[in-house]
């Protein structure tokens, strides 16, 4: 491909990229795996040429874009050598018209800046929301084996962490196909934590989607005790059992839950978890350095329906809970309305639970937790509290 036949490319992503955000479609990682599955000729550098003008792109620009071309032309505003390219060539982007301007460069909708400003995220901690993030793995101690790779980095209080640069593809190492590494960010390895698993525990992860923090769980618990991963979303929940395999993780039973009849579905573990982690359906503006396009997909209705139901979720959650076990909520948000504040409201609605202070790796306390910032901590944003039931 010639670098413009690379930007027009790139432009016709970019459009099913601002199209899928504004009608809920895939995501943009899989709308470019779709795109080159039917373009054979395109080589590797090709592919990732194409890959990294269409998140350069997806990054700039904090208001949805009104097209790929608007999006790509505010990428080639910064870049000669880019504008350069916008020449009318064979299977090129057609010259750029009078008047014609680039989308602006942003970081997120104005009215979003407004609730994170709300939310205590300071000016100086926005660019790194949507800076590109490292690869993290977990070590899986109980594999038994000894990872050793190169290019990794430790991740400091973390010593089953390693950290590798942007990019990296680590799910074709042998220690990955062994089940000896698993991919979690760091942040949410750390919030993980709060949930002070031990082995012989009784444990629910109720919002536990593909199983990640399940599996993070099950190491924590050497194998001893009860892990119960639920989801009301059967795609997502079934690729757990696969992963669980690999990871040797066999105390993990998942359950399959009815939106809305959670609580029938869990009789059996009424009032008798040690923890319930919930890591809740949300916003996820702490999510941006690896999903940016999530940004241009939210609006004021969408976070209302989500804070509603994290409320419900809580409500489940704190039926499992045996006395004096806890309930550990976590969001990868950085809201007050889907964190802090919805502590608070649970706190408020629930006499005799009370938040219990946490000491984790990094982070800073916030309101009845702890958060994790991009820009403070290294990882993605993350808001974690532990609440205790009455005894």
Same mark, same amino acid.
């Given at each position: 491909? @010639?670098?413009?036949?690379?930007?027009?490319?790139?432009?016709?992503?970019?459009?099913?990229? %601002?199209?899928?955000?504004?009608?809920?479609?895939?995501?943009?990682? @899989?709308?470019?795996?779709?795109?080159?599955?039917?373009?054979?000729?395109?080589?590797?550098?090709?592919?990732?040429?194409?890959?990294?003008? %269409?998140?350069?792109?997806?990054?700039?620009?904090?208001?949805?874009?009104?097209?790929?071309?608007?999006?790509?032309?505010?990428?080639?505003?910064?870049? *000669?050598?880019?504008?350069?390219?916008?020449?009318?060539?064979?299977?090129?982007?057609?010259?750029?018209?009078?008047?014609?301007?680039? /989308?602006?460069?942003?970081?997120?909708?104005?009215?979003?800046? #407004?609730?994170?400003?709300?939310?205590?995220? &300071?000016?100086?901690?926005?660019?790194?929301?949507?800076?590109?993030?490292?690869?993290?793995?977990?070590?899986?101690?109980?594999?038994?084996?000894?990872?050793?790779?190169?290019?990794?980095?430790?991740?400091?209080?973390?010593?089953?962490?390693?950290?590798?640069?942007?990019?990296?593809?680590?799910?074709?190492?042998?220690?990955?196909?062994?089940?000896?590494?698993?991919?979690?960010? /760091?942040?949410?390895?750390?919030?993980?934590?709060?949930? $002070?698993?031990?082995?012989?525990?009784?444990?629910?992860?109720?919002?536990?989607?593909?199983?990640?923090?399940?599996?993070?769980?099950?190491?924590?618990?050497?194998?001893?005790?009860?892990?119960?991963?639920?989801? @009301?979303?059967?795609?997502?929940?079934?690729?757990?059992?696969?992963?669980?395999?690999?990871?040797?993780?066999?105390?993990?039973?998942?359950?399959?839950?009815?939106? &809305?009849?959670?609580?029938?579905?869990?009789? +059996?573990?009424?009032?008798?978890?040690? @923890?319930?982690?919930?890591?809740?359906?949300?916003?996820?503006?702490?999510?941006?350095?690896?999903?940016?396009? /999530?940004?241009?997909?939210? $609006? *004021?209705?969408?976070? =209302?329906?989500?804070?509603?139901?994290?409320?419900? #979720?809580?409500?489940?959650? /704190?039926?499992? %809970?045996?006395?004096?076990?806890?309930?550990?909520?976590?969001?990868?948000?950085?809201? +007050?309305?889907?964190?802090?504040?919805?502590? =608070?409201?649970?706190?408020?609605?629930?006499?005799?639970?009370? =938040?219990?202070?946490?000491?984790?790796?990094?982070?800073?306390?916030?309101?009845?937790? #702890?958060?994790?910032?991009?820009?403070?901590?290294?990882?993605?944003?993350?808001?974690?509290?532990?609440?205790?039931?009455?005894?």
């Amino acid at each position: 491909m @010639t670098p413009s036949a690379r930007v027009q490319a790139a432009i016709d992503l970019l459009d099913a990229v %601002v199209d899928a955000a504004r009608e809920g479609g895939a995501a943009a990682d @899989t709308l470019i795996a779709r795109y080159f599955a039917t373009r054979r000729y395109a080589g590797a550098k090709d592919r990732r040429a194409v890959r990294e003008l %269409v998140y350069a792109a997806i990054r700039r620009a904090g208001e949805r874009p009104a097209s790929g071309r608007a999006a790509m032309l505010g990428v080639a505003t910064d870049d *000669p050598e880019l504008a350069a390219c916008f020449d009318g060539s064979p299977h090129g982007p057609a010259p750029v018209g009078e008047g014609e301007v680039g /989308a602006p460069a942003g970081i997120a909708p104005d009215w979003l800046l #407004v609730l994170l400003a709300a939310s205590g995220i &300071g000016a100086d901690e926005l660019p790194a929301l949507v800076d590109r993030a490292p690869l993290d793995v977990r070590i899986n101690r109980a594999s038994g084996v000894v990872v050793e790779i190169d290019g990794a980095e430790p991740v400091p209080g973390l010593p089953d962490a390693l950290r590798f640069p942007p990019g990296t593809n680590i799910e074709r190492h042998p220690a990955y196909e062994q089940g000896a590494i698993e991919i979690q960010d /760091a942040g949410s390895q750390i919030v993980t934590l709060a949930a $002070t698993a031990q082995p012989g525990q009784r444990i629910v992860d109720l919002c536990a989607g593909a199983g990640g923090k399940s599996l993070a769980l099950a190491a924590m618990m050497l194998g001893e005790g009860a892990l119960l991963a639920t989801d @009301t979303d059967r795609a997502r929940l079934s690729r757990l059992a696969p992963r669980a395999l690999r990871a040797g993780a066999d105390i993990i039973e998942t359950r399959l839950l009815n939106p &809305g009849r959670e609580i029938e579905a869990l009789a +059996d573990w009424t009032a008798s978890a040690d @923890t319930v982690l919930i890591d809740a359906p949300c916003a996820g503006t702490g999510t941006w350095r690896r999903n940016p396009e /999530a940004r241009w997909r939210l $609006t *004021p209705d969408r976070i =209302a329906r989500l804070v509603e139901t994290q409320r419900h #979720v809580l409500a489940v959650g /704190a039926t499992l %809970v045996k006395p004096g076990g806890a309930l550990v909520y976590i969001v990868c948000s950085l809201l +007050d309305e889907e964190g802090a504040g919805q502590v =608070a409201a649970f706190l408020d609605a629930h006499p005799g639970w009370r =938040a219990e202070p946490l000491t984790l790796p990094a982070g800073r306390a916030h309101g009845p937790g #702890v958060r994790l910032t991009p820009q403070h901590d290294s990882t993605d944003g993350f808001f974690v509290a532990r609440l205790v039931a009455p005894c």
